[in-house]
Each structure stands twice: as structure tokens, then as C-alpha cells.
């Protein structure tokens, strides 16, 4: 689909924060929680996007060469980072759900 429609003219110098933006909101623990788990089960391991068909070495890389940019890998793994540190993000998830939201007075101050 990419090749077929007209890209934005500015596209090269902002593809990646577009992708950033979509990937965090894809795996957002609130929004979409089973996908944020998906995304944390995979540990410290390193993310590869292979791309054989494709041959696209920007956003991935050869699967068995691993020759490529593998920018989306990248990208994810920073986004799992993210999770990560964000202790709040999985506080109190309870069978993929988001803790309850605190009633005025539950918090003593």
C-alpha cells in the first residue's frame, strides 16, 4: 500500500516518531492491555522484524543474515523499555485488566 499512495513531503524526516506514536499507542498497557503483556513477554530479548519478501532493510532485516536496520525492532524494544519503566503502567493489573481507578477517598494525604 505504500508504494501506491503519495507519501507526505516530509515523510523521511518524520516516519519514525509517526511509527513511535503508533507503536506506543498500539501496545498502551491502558488501551490495549493483552498487547502490551504480548509485547513484555518477550523479556530483554532482542526483536527482529524479518522482512524476506519485502526486502524492506529500513523498518526490518533478513532473518538469517540479519542484514537490515531493523528499525521497528528497534522501536519496539524501546516502547517495551517504556512499559518497563513506567512502574505505574502495570501497578495492581489484575488478569490483563488496569487497576481501579483511585476514589477520592482512598488517598490519604
Not at 20 to 38: I, T, V
Not at 57 to 68: E, F, R, V
Request: aromatic share 10%; glycine share 10%; proline share 6%.
Amino acid at each position: 500500500m505504500g508504494r501506491r499512495c503519495k507519501l507526505r513531503a516530509d515523510w523521511e524526516q518524520v516516519k519514525e516518531s509517526v511509527m513511535l506514536d503508533l507503536l506506543r499507542q498500539k501496545f498502551s498497557p491502558f488501551q490495549h492491555p493483552g498487547m502490551a503483556w504480548k509485547l513484555m513477554n518477550t523479556g530483554e530479548r532482542k526483536l527482529y522484524e524479518g522482512t524476506p519478501r519485502w526486502t524492506d532493510l529500513y523498518w526490518g532485516c533478513d532473518p538469517i543474515t540479519l542484514k537490515g536496520k531493523n528499525r521497528l525492532g528497534v522501536l519496539l524494544m524501546q516502547v517495551r523499555d517504556e512499559i518497563r519503566d513506567d512502574a505505574q503502567a502495570f501497578a495492581g493489573y489484575k488478569n490483563g485488566q488496569p487497576p481501579k481507578p483511585l476514589e477520592r477517598g482512598d488517598v490519604k494525604t
